[in-house]
């Protein structure tokens, strides 16, 4: 294929998301609510969400028509991922099965105060998928069955057993021991000295906003993300009015920086590391949800950003 139709497909593609976007992007903070009471982690959630977004738009290329309901049909593309992988780990039963409570696999006391209230960890996948798409979301029973793809009588029974289950809030997960390498990026952080944080990474570190772009490689973390979240990027229209400061903070059982930017944190950032260094690094500044989520539990005040933004040519 030669660069000029190569060129032509990028911005046709470009062109078919952004319309895209312009029905399901509202769509967005359900979804997340959706994938967070199904996979119970903050994390999950929104790489669940973006999985999503991103079937749901490679299948409508190939639908006859538009959905009657986009959020209904959103949701459905969500059930299917989330029961395919539940199937691949093999922890799904039939949906017709009557089975003892699964147990809890994580600590998560703070899913009880959620939408759907207590339905987490004592409910088989079906079941779970059920109660939210009924209880917390109002869909019809009919509905519920097409997200699912099953009968309506096949979800009045998942809906009687997953209701009749109850949820022990556990006791908080204790604080992870922190690795040195951790407080070093803090450390080098916070003097922005850029020579010392390039040092803590691997060669082949990355540096992810998910669901937006992937740096490669410890030359492109700091000559990109790291480089203008300390000094800024004038051209990009990034001026900093503070110095930004990085915090360590134990959330959910591991340690995430918080990157604040003058009084309010703008970027909960996830660490990965290999030995006594960082593998991976992974912004959610483009996840709105996670950020509110993540900041609310923590009790700090926070900035949202918005999804990423849409490459225009």
Not at 60 to 84: D, H, T
Request: glycine fraction near 6%.
């Amino acid at each position: 294929m030669s660069t000029e139709s190569q060129d032509l497909l990028g911005h046709a593609v470009k062109a078919s998301w952004r319309r895209f976007l312009d029905t399901y992007e509202p769509l967005r903070p359900d979804l997340y609510r959706y994938c967070r009471q199904l996979t119970r982690s903050p994390w999950d959630a929104e790489d669940m969400a973006q999985e999503t977004m991103a079937r749901a738009f490679a299948s409508l290329a190939i639908m006859a028509e538009p959905p009657r309901s986009p959020q209904a049909w959103l949701f459905r593309v969500a059930s299917n991922l989330w029961l395919n992988r539940m199937r691949q780990t093999r922890e799904v039963p039939a949906l017709d099965a009557i089975e003892a409570p699964e147990p809890a696999t994580r600590a998560e006391p703070r899913a009880t105060r959620e939408a759907a209230g207590t339905l987490l960890s004592q409910l088989s996948p079906q079941e779970r998928a059920a109660v939210v798409l009924k209880d917390a979301f109002g869909l019809s029973l009919e509905e519920t069955a097409e997200a699912l793809s099953t009968t309506t009588g096949a979800i009045k029974a998942a809906l009687h057993r997953g209701r009749a289950k109850l949820v022990t809030p556990e006791p908080d997960e204790p604080a992870p021991v922190v690795p040195a390498v951790l407080n070093a990026f803090c450390d080098a952080f916070n003097a922005r000295d850029l020579d010392r944080l390039t040092a803590l990474l691997l060669d082949t570190a990355t540096l992810e906003y998910p669901g937006f772009k992937i740096e490669y490689g410890a030359r492109a973390v700091r000559d990109g993300s790291l480089k203008g979240t300390l000094f800024g990027c004038p051209e990009g229209g990034y001026v900093l009015v503070d110095p930004p400061r990085c915090e360590l903070r134990a959330h959910r059982g591991e340690s995430l920086f918080l990157w604040w930017s003058g009084d309010a944190v703008h970027a909960v950032v996830r660490v990965e590391l290999d030995g006594d260094r960082i593998a991976r690094l992974r912004d959610y500044y483009h996840s709105p949800e996670v950020l509110t989520e993540v900041c609310r539990e923590l009790d700090v005040p926070f900035r949202t950003h918005g999804y990423p933004p849409v490459a225009s040519h």
